[in-house]
């Protein structure tokens, strides 16, 4: 059994998972459970693991940012290394080439390709699978036997249950084939990244790349495959999705959260990024991904000045000293706008160890709060916010229509093809995984639209042709900030430079915002808030808890980042 | 010996299918101050591959049951009970223990509080430390130590694991430091192996199973204990500098050079340390034999080395001993061996062992000290390397000695005699 304590004499009941399995980084889930409405009301989460990243920036050279903030990450290491390297140009006032740019874009979108199969398919997918569906709900196992997959033409599965049982763990074709083509992911990224997960050609203002023709064209052969593959993964995940909330409406209450997003955009237009803070509301509405916030599922700004304007960090909660008592280094941005002492311009990292309470201290995350509102980001709020907003610069293949995004799918081996992802009615696990796989097949032509810029630069040759523009790095105090997004969503690096030497380092990644404990207003963080109010469905095996796991997991926290 | 000979041994010949006998090995995976970077190098690997190794396909070795936080079906207490009778020596099955991430010094702390931490110490195993409340959380250093006494053998994984890696770099406030500095040199495990380290950030992925794969070999018998070398590296992979593999050594030779990112020539001038690095990604590739970081343009910054990150910092900068043996690459003499030989042994060189003046491990001779000439030679290269940016030699003089190293000491833990596996004596500690 799984109760550490019984709180009370009556149906609450404490229960703890230290760890929680299947997420990237340490995570332990605590949670107070109503076991006769078979329901979560309460849950924290503990983000158990601290290296201090901010801490060790502090003093150094500004030329070792790059390669020793992406390792705070081993999953998106390179999303790490480009926001370091966006601080790091701004500050030293130098934009990479076009060429430069478009790589960037790839070799980020890459990222995802080598990384959201894992979450579907190692981390969230065995949830889904034959042997944890028949042991918690025989029943809902015996109706898949019975239903037809309604895409069946295109991952080649007849029946619901033959994908669960693809999904098994190390047996099943689907987790094989995702390990399989991760690494074929793993191999362009390879080409003109140099390595995963810590690349090793990225540097300020452009990577240190030559990419020759075979270069693009070993790329683009391996994206290739991704566009049959990731249509495979959209239609597996929508039968998925389908079948569960068919099953059992109640399912839509798994991991429900309210529609509050929040992105800083990526993938730069390469004529319109030049590197500088002046213009980020200009060059972010430019990116593929459109930076921006939705609360209550409005859509507020994609103003990359008032999204990072409005960021507070809070560390009641978490193993910090509060500094912001005195008030902040800076009263606004580098443009001008007032931000607030617990702004990150005006951060100071104090680590504080000690035992989680729940009741004070719990988290080595802190909590990032947007308008002091929760902000749920990662691949939901990306598409959620680049459909809506209209924005994304032209593009061959993806299409967005302030409701949905329109995919426009090449041929490959599957006949050419248009897929629509459409902004959902409720928002819930079964919706963010669906969302994560849509989001495969967005990278995907992401990656083979940049690539395809990347012919046509090299084509027209000159200037824009190049990979890298000379810097260097001045004296003095400067700063620079860099704003981009992993396969988990909103990253930014603030950095402030004292003649040459790093004086403060404030790092915000994806999972710090969406597994961030309670903040001083008593709202909790989105994958706890999710959490509660989950209903236990499974009608055996209870004590696994597996929709309150499924909820943690449709947010694919990955705590490394969270804490750094 | 005749091939018929040969084949009739059971033990020649390591290729001949999956094992008949279903044996099974444990393998738990510890997270400690890690970025799962080698969990992502691990999914790459492809010769073998994990599955393969899982599901008990690759010759001779025995099918892994696989405990890894990243991985597993189960959480919380369900999880952590195969860890607890590991430590308990009720797991009825050996096993071996891969720690991801380095170790920090929480050990030291009085109180409760931690900086990786697994488990809680309700899930505690006899022996090991629970203080406090019974929901606190267990330090990934209680189990460290615990686990690594009956394990078959430990391995590092990554750089963090093996050296210490970023979490131990100047300015570091967690005391980390590498899984053998931990351990203390006395350790071995229950086989009499010291621990076995693939440096890397992140590895290669093949690098960590292959070597997995030969320690399993070698106790099937199929093999001899695997050439480590004095730092317990698997020395058919690091015994090479990297540069020596390199495609544009041919550039190097012919005193060619890069100037700017993006150049196609020899990098040493953008602040490539590979003349002195030892890893075999330009020989391997990062993946199936694509990709390495100078075969796509990108500086090596000596991530597999003990002295990563602070001895090859700041990074794109061209390392000291650069101008003198680019130019005159074409003559190669012996300044430049020497140069090498020097900037080598320091990069091998942990900043915790250089203030302790002692080296952790137990594989090899070359554990000793520093000699006089070299510490004045280092003195001066130093000088060149931090010119006109921070001084981590300086920095990391100051740096506390994380007070948890070589734990089983101070938890008296005896490892001069053998540690009976499934109740059967193996060979004794002494013997080996
Ligand atoms: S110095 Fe670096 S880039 Fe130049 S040949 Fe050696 S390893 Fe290759
Ligand atoms: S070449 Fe250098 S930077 Fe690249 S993996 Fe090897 S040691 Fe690390």
């Known amino acids: ?366 909590a990032p709060r947007w308008d002091r509102l929760a902000m749920e980001t990662g691949a939901g709020a990306r598409m959620w916010i680049t459909a809506m907003a209209r924005k994304q610069p032209h593009s061959r293949f993806v299409e967005s229509t302030g409701h949905s995004l329109v995919m426009h799918m090449p041929q490959a081996a599957l006949p050419e093809a248009t897929l629509e992802w459409l902004v959902p009615e409720r928002w819930n696990a079964f919706e963010r995984n669906r969302a994560r796989a849509y989001s495969l097949v967005h990278s995907t032509l992401v990656a083979y639209e940049n690539v395809l810029i990347g012919y046509d630069l090299a084509r027209i040759g000159g200037p824009d042709a190049r990979t890298f523009t000379e810097y260097e790095i001045p004296k003095g105090g400067v700063v620079g900030v860099g704003y981009w997004g992993g396969p988990r969503g909103a990253i930014s690096h603030h950095m402030e430079i004292d003649n040459r030497v790093i004086r403060n380092y404030q790092i915000l990644a994806g999972s710090t915002f969406n597994a961030s404990p309670m903040d001083p207003f008593g709202t909790p963080g989105p994958c706890e808030a999710a959490v509660m109010g989950t209903p236990l469905l499974s009608t055996r095996q209870p004590e696994r808890y597996l929709d309150a796991m499924r909820a943690v997991r449709s947010f694919d926290p990955c705590m490394s980042c969270a804490t750094h | 010996m005749s091939y018929d000979e040969v084949a009739a041994d059971p033990l020649s010949n390591p290729v001949g299918g999956p094992d008949p006998d279903d044996n099974i090995i444990h393998l738990f995976w510890l997270q400690g101050m890690g970025c799962d970077g080698c969990t992502t190098a691990l999914l790459a690997a492809n010769r073998p591959s994990l599955e393969e190794m899982v599901l008990g396909t690759v010759p001779r070795i025995p099918r892994i049951i696989l405990h890894h936080p990243m991985l597993d079906d189960d959480s919380g207490p369900d999880f952590m009970s195969a860890y607890r009778q590991a430590v308990e020596g009720t797991l009825g099955a050996p096993y071996v223990v891969v720690l991801e991430g380095s170790i920090p010094d929480d050990q030291s702390f009085p109180g409760e509080g931690y900086f990786a931490a697994l488990g809680v110490a309700a899930d505690a195993p006899q022996g090991m430390r629970a203080t406090g409340r019974p929901d606190q959380p267990l330090r990934v250093s209680d189990w460290a130590w615990a686990m690594a006494r009956r394990a078959e053998a430990c391995f590092s994984i990554g750089t963090c694991a093996t050296w210490g890696g970023i979490p131990a770099a100047a300015g570091n406030i967690t005391g980390s430091m590498g899984f053998m500095d931990y351990l203390g040199r006395e350790y071995r495990s229950a086989r009499g192996l010291p621990v076995v380290n693939v440096p890397g950030c992140a590895p290669i992925g093949d690098n960590f199973t292959e070597t997995l794969m030969q320690v399993l070999l070698y106790f099937d018998g199929a093999v001899k204990l695997p050439e480590f070398d004095e730092l317990g590296r698997p020395e058919w992979m690091f015994a090479e500098t990297v540069h020596r593999h390199c495609m544009k050594a041919g550039y190097y030779e012919e005193g060619v050079f890069a100037h700017e990112p993006g150049d196609n020539e020899c990098l040493v001038e953008i602040g490539c340390w590979g003349p002195v690095v030892q890893c075999n990604i330009t020989e391997r590739g990062a993946i199936n034999h694509t990709g390495g970081c100078m075969i796509a343009g990108g500086a090596c910054i000596g991530c597999t080395m003990p002295g990563f990150p602070d001895k090859y910092s700041p990074f794109y900068k061209a390392p000291p001993g650069s101008a003198v043996s680019g130019t005159v690459s074409r003559i190669y003499g012996g300044g430049i061996r020497r140069l090498r030989r020097l900037s080598m042994t320091a990069g091998n060189h942990t900043p915790i062992w250089d203030r302790a003046d002692h080296i952790p491990s137990a594989w090899g001779i070359a554990a000793g000290q520093k000699t006089p000439a070299q510490k004045v030679n280092a003195y001066f290269y130093k000088k060149l390397q931090y010119k006109g940016t921070v001084n981590h030699s300086a920095r990391n003089k100051k740096q506390p000695q994380p007070g948890s190293r070589d734990i089983l000491k101070q938890k008296g833990v005896d490892m001069s005699a053998s540690v009976p596996v499934l109740g059967e004596r193996v060979v004794t500690r002494e013997e080996l």
Request: proline share 7%; with cysteine; aromatic share 10%.
């Open chain 1, 1 to 366: 059994m799984h109760a550490v304590s019984q709180q009370g004499a009556g149906q609450l009941r404490r229960i703890d998972f230290d760890p929680v399995a299947r997420v990237a980084g340490g995570l332990a889930l605590r949670t107070v459970v109503d076991t006769e409405r078979f329901e979560v009301v309460e849950a924290s989460m503990l983000a158990t693991m601290y290296r201090g990243y901010e801490v060790l920036l502090r003093g150094r050279d500004p030329r070792d940012a790059v390669f020793v903030s992406s390792r705070a990450c081993g999953v998106c290491g390179g999303a790490h290394a480009w926001t370091s390297a966006l601080a790091c140009e701004m500050a030293y006032g130098s934009a990479p080439p076009a060429m430069g740019i478009v790589a960037r874009n790839w070799l980020s979108a890459l990222e995802d390709l080598c990384d959201l199969p894992h979450h579907l398919f190692q981390r969230a997918g065995p949830d889904f699978s034959e042997p944890l569906v028949r042991q918690t709900s025989p029943e809902l196992w015996a109706r898949a036997q019975q239903t037809p997959a309604a895409n069946v033409a295109t991952h080649g599965y007849g029946l619901v249950s033959e994908i669960m049982t693809a999904m098994t763990p190390f047996r099943g074709g689907l987790y094989r084939r995702a390990l399989e083509l991760t690494r074929v992911a793993k191999e362009a990224y390879g080409l003109v990244g140099g390595k995963h997960p810590h690349p090793q050609t990225t540097t300020p203002a452009g990577v240190s790349a030559l990419i020759d023709p075979s270069d693009r064209n070993l790329t683009l052969l391996r994206i290739d495959k991704f566009l049959d593959y990731s249509r495979e993964v959209a239609a597996v995940w929508d039968d998925l999705a389908d079948f569960f909330l068919t099953a059992d409406p109640r399912y839509a209450d798994v991991g429900a959260g309210p529609k509050n997003f929040f992105d800083f955009g990526r993938w730069d237009d390469p004529f319109a990024y030049d590197a500088t803070f002046e213009n980020a509301p200009v060059w972010g509405e430019r990116r593929w991904s459109t930076p921006g916030v939705i609360v209550d599922g409005r859509l507020r700004t994609t103003n990359l000045h008032q999204i990072d304007g409005g960021v507070e960090e809070f560390v009641d909660r978490s193993f910090y000293e509060d500094w912001s008592a005195d008030g902040g280094v800076y009263a606004t941005d580098p443009a001008g706008n007032n931000v607030s002492a617990r702004h990150p311009w005006n951060k100071e990292t104090l680590p504080q160890p000690g035992g989680p309470n729940l009741n004070g201290q719990y988290s080595w995350s802190t």
